[in-house]
């Protein structure tokens, strides 16, 4: 497969590197790395997929052009648009042309993120009562110095949709009764530091982020009838440990079963096979999770912002 390199910043770089001898070229109009400004320019007989790695804003007329000729996309996340309608616009242009439409979420390919999607699924934890995420980086200076990164609800939908998403992928339907419980602006204009929760979800939720972790950290802790489960850490923050402890009743301490990887991130690469999978398959495009995270993280930012401005 013939991948053209759409946006070269930081995941750009990334995907171009996975890709390997797939890539044919970047497009990037900032970049004088970039062998075209405009995805427009590239010839339509060099290329059968763009990986999209845009900002936010010039993602759907980006997809339109693609979808229209027919080429696969595997655009980062998240993917945004103005309404759902547009998303279901861009959906119904995928499927009409046999284009396949992938959002990106890395962290579904996380060997420890499969691992406890799969304890979850096997049913031996029992009733799930709580789950909580922490997931904290260091980038609140980039982000503060970027042209459009320090905007909106700043770290909300970039690291809560990586949150959302996984609670989805872990849990299933988790609903959209989620509400911020607290936002905070420490060094840049756009919040910097968010919790959010769901009460009324099964299990309940509480996912903080920040860009104030000046060590890259990621936890997450699962409360459960019959035991706990606990993530620490990613492969790309390594040591990355998983952690399952069994119940002892009436009460005592459980006994608990560890594995710790130490490894490259891995994720990239699978999610890219994963892509390349689904173009040889001619899976139909689904923006249902897309739609589910533009209605949620579209609410949620409008309150995370309303309580910035008033603090």
Known sequence: MRVVIVGYGVQGRKRLRVAGADGIGVVDPASAEANWSDIAEVSLDRYDAALVCTPDQPKIA?????????????????????????????EALARSTGAVCYTAYNHRFEPHYVRMRDLVRSGTLGRIYRCRMFYGNGTARLVRDSAWRDEGAGVLPDLGSHLLDTARFWFGDIGEDFRVTSVSRFENRAPDHVVITSETARPKLEFEMTLLSWRNHFTCDVLAENGMAHIESLCKWGPTTFTRRTRVLPSGRPPAESMTLVQEDPTWAIEYDHFKRLVAERVPADLSNDRWLLRVLGKLSAEAIKMAAAS
């Open 62 to 90: 980006i997809l339109r052009h693609l979808f229209r000729h027919g080429k696969h996309a595997l655009i980062e996340k998240p993917l945004h648009a103005t309404s759902e309608a547009a998303l279901s616009d861009i």
